[in-house]
């Protein structure tokens, strides 16, 4: 079986490119079994939107609303 | 690399990337935000954008459509940062170095022997993810996390997450491999992920998983 550390690494990458048939099966295996790495999965995209939140000002419109 | 449906009305495209008033805007305060956490002062950040922003002025002829001016800005932008911190004492290279080699370590021992997660390490679900973006205080976690990362690390997180660069174009702007941009990203986002969980998403009513 993959690690987390591995399973972790995978997802990663699959923000940057297409993993490869092998590398999907593993993963998609270890995450039936791994409750972190699925979490950490959903963390990813939560990250992602998260960020290009903050680059479009997000956090300005937030400050503005409550002050 | 070159993009074929901007080719043939090169100069009129690049100028039009420059008169995009909103583009412009948006560039600007994503810059801002970039150079503003690497170099952790304002002051510093605004003249090196200004700089950046003026080169791609004078130089309009040496890129095709928005996308090609995002990068070559951003690529500008890199180099004006990595002079600044050049001229800055060298010990804040040496710190930066150190900082990076005890992330490093940090992030191994997130996982056992094995390589299986330590049980206070698994990630746990998070409360109202969509909720966070609306609340002030979640950027001020979000900033500070950020900045907690090594600097090489956030670089290359925030050209990716931010600036929404892709890997190819990061790795040309950095002079580094796509092995070296995977170990990072992946570091860095083990990192800022462990940061706004304990900060943040997990802060209350800690779930068992
Ligand atoms: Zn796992």
Same mark, same amino acid.
């Given at each position: ?13 699959? #923000?940057? #490119? ?15 079994? =791994?409750?972190? =790495? ?22 300005e ?7 | ?17 420059l ?32 700089e ?13 459509g ?25 010990t ?5 170095l ?32 969509e ?79």
């Open positions: 079986m993959l690690s987390c550390n591995d399973a972790t690494r995978l997802l990663s990458e699959s #923000q940057e #490119q297409r993993l490869s048939f092998r590398e999907r099966m593993r993963l998609t295996a270890h995450l039936m079994m =791994c409750s972190g =790495c699925k979490n950490f999965g959903k963390h990813l995209h939560v990250v992602r939107e998260a960020a290009r939140a903050y680059a479009a000002g997000e956090d419109r937030a400050d503005r609303e409550l002050s | 690399m070159s993009n074929p449906e901007a080719e043939p009305a090169a100069a009129s495209s690049s100028s039009a990337a008169q995009d008033g909103p583009f412009i805007e948006d560039l600007r305060r994503q810059m801002i935000k970039f150079a503003t956490l690497q170099l952790g002062n304002p002051h510093w950040a605004e003249d090196a954008v200004q950046a922003l003026a080169g791609a002025y004078k130089n309009a002829g040496a890129f095709r928005h996308a090609a001016l995002k990068t070559w800005v951003f690529a500008i932008l890199k180099n004006k940062i990595a002079d600044v911190l050049r001229q800055r004492e060298r804040v290279e040496v710190s930066a150190l900082r990076e080699d005890e992330s490093a370590d940090e992030i191994a021992a997130l996982f056992d022997e094995r390589g299986f997660w330590r049980a206070a390490e698994r990630p746990v679900g998070w409360r109202d993810p909720q966070a973006v609306h609340d002030r205080q979640f950027w001020r976690v979000f900033e500070t996390c950020l900045e907690a990362l090594p600097p090489q690390w956030a670089r290359v997180f925030m050209m990716r997450e931010l600036i929404e660069l892709t890997a190819d174009e990061i790795c040309d702007a950095l002079g580094i491999t796509a092995g070296n941009l995977h170990v990072t990203l992946h570091r860095a986002r083990l990192r800022l992920r462990r940061c706004l969980e304990r900060n943040w998403f997990a802060e209350e009513g800690k779930r068992p998983c």
